[in-house]
């Protein structure tokens, strides 16, 4: 009940294209989701997050989109680009301790130019 | 620099040795947490302070691992008598309205 699943495992993309990673948790205590940016040797950034009173959010190119029904939510990268290359990561948790997060597989994403 | 900062980057130890990590995160954040990363794999919980209390502990912390927070300042993460397996990233964490991850540690156990 504590797993959240991520697809797809890898991503290429055009440059100018969209990138779409989807996650899916099981827990209906999780009211925080994150999505990190993770490049080779460094740690997770945080990139976005939503909390399920709203549907969608958006900052610059960065959209996630959230299904509470479906337990579902995805992230899309609109004009992706090269320097877009990396792994993300979604995550859950409960709003009342939100480092505690519970995280996906990862998505290896590549912007071909 | 997310203002996270973790000591050391690297570590190679050989099996059997104990190996000792710190993190340094921004004054004002009082809760602290700790992740390992295996490659290909998201980062899983290991542990988290609330200023000096540790009030969490993950199943994956082994009775080989200790985590400290004098003075609800910097962390250490202790690993006594390393395997293999516990070769991963070792990742800190403080958390104040979004979660600001430090550099990580990379652990490996020959």
């Known amino acids: 009940q504590q797993q959240v699943k991520q697809s797809p495992q890898s991503l290429i993309v055009q440059k100018g294209g969209i990138s779409i990673i989807n996650c899916a948790y099981e827990n209906t205590a999780f009211d925080y989701f994150p999505w990190y940016q993770q490049f080779p040797g460094k740690g997770p950034a945080l990139l976005i997050a939503i909390r399920p009173d709203v549907s969608e959010k958006k900052e610059g190119r960065f959209t996630i989109s959230f299904n509470k029904s479906a337990k579902q939510f995805s992230l899309h990268i609109m004009d992706s680009q090269p320097g877009d290359s990396a792994t993300y990561f979604c995550?859950?948790?409960?709003?009342?301790?939100?480092?505690?997060?519970?995280f996906g597989q990862g998505t290896t994403l590549q912007v071909k130019p | 620099d997310t203002g996270v900062s973790q000591n050391p980057r690297h570590k190679i130890t050989k099996r059997g040795q104990n190996v000792t990590f710190r993190c340094d995160p921004i004054?004002?954040?009082?809760?602290l947490y700790w992740y390992r990363q295996t490659l290909g794999q998201g980062p899983e919980f290991l542990t988290y302070?609330?200023?000096?209390?540790?009030?969490?502990k993950s199943r994956l912390l082994s009775d080989r691992f200790s985590a400290e927070r004098p003075k609800g300042s910097f962390s250490t993460l202790e690993i006594q008598r390393t395997e293999q397996g516990d070769s991963a990233m070792y990742l800190c964490a403080t958390a104040a309205g979004g979660e600001l991850f430090g550099p990580g540690t990379r652990l490996t156990v020959l």
């Open positions: 004054s004002e954040h009082n809760r």
């Open positions: 302070f609330q200023n000096e209390a540790q009030l969490e």
């Open positions: 995550a859950a948790s409960r709003w009342s301790n939100t480092g505690k997060l519970i």
